[in-house]
């Protein structure tokens, strides 16, 4: 564990070296069932002000094991649980072939493997009217909606 970690760190600046060591990492959590080492990545990045790196390592994290828990210690640092977590078959071979092609764990393609998928949303008009009334002024959000108004329903001009 202590080299995994030492060669993470080592490889903070460097994308494609960094997944390499976090899928030992990962290696390790499925083989040992401890999830020390990952608490050990993610210190290392905070200690670093990698915000990019931790972020990763918790997306790609929670994407191995659905349903993963991170908590506060009470001394204050983190523990992550995996007793009642489903391991991701198809997010380690994910992990696998991006590691395998030389996908940097900083770049978007390794980000949008692990991303959850989003449902579809639907269009809330009173969230999007209170960002118009904040961004332009209540006074302006009537003349906004006149304007859609009339660019939907043309006044047709009598000939």
């Excluded at 997306?59 to 828990?69: L, Q």
């Excluded at 030389?102 to 579809?120: L, Q, Y």
Aim: proline fraction near 1%; charge should be positive; charged fraction near 25%.
């Amino acid at each position: 564990m202590k080299t995994i970690v030492t060669t993470f760190n080592r490889s903070l600046g460097n994308g494609k070296a960094m997944g390499v060591a976090f899928k030992d990492a990962i290696d390790h959590v499925i083989a040992e069932r401890d999830t020390t080492v990952i608490i050990k990545l993610l210190n290392a990045c905070k200690s670093k002000g990698d915000a990019q790196a931790e972020r990763a390592i918790r997306v790609t994290f929670a994407a191995i094991f659905d349903g993963s828990k991170v908590t506060k210690t009470k001394s204050g640092g983190i523990a992550i649980k995996i007793k009642d977590a489903t391991l991701s078959n198809a997010a380690v071979d994910t992990l696998a072939k991006l590691v395998a092609d030389e996908t940097s764990m900083r770049g978007s393609n390794w980000s949008k493997a692990f991303a959850p998928e989003k449902g579809d949303t639907e269009f809330d008009a009173v969230a999007w009217a209170a960002r118009m009334i904040k961004s332009n002024g209540a006074d302006n959000l009537e003349t906004m909606i006149a304007a859609l108004q009339a660019q939907r329903n043309p006044v047709k001009k009598a000939a």
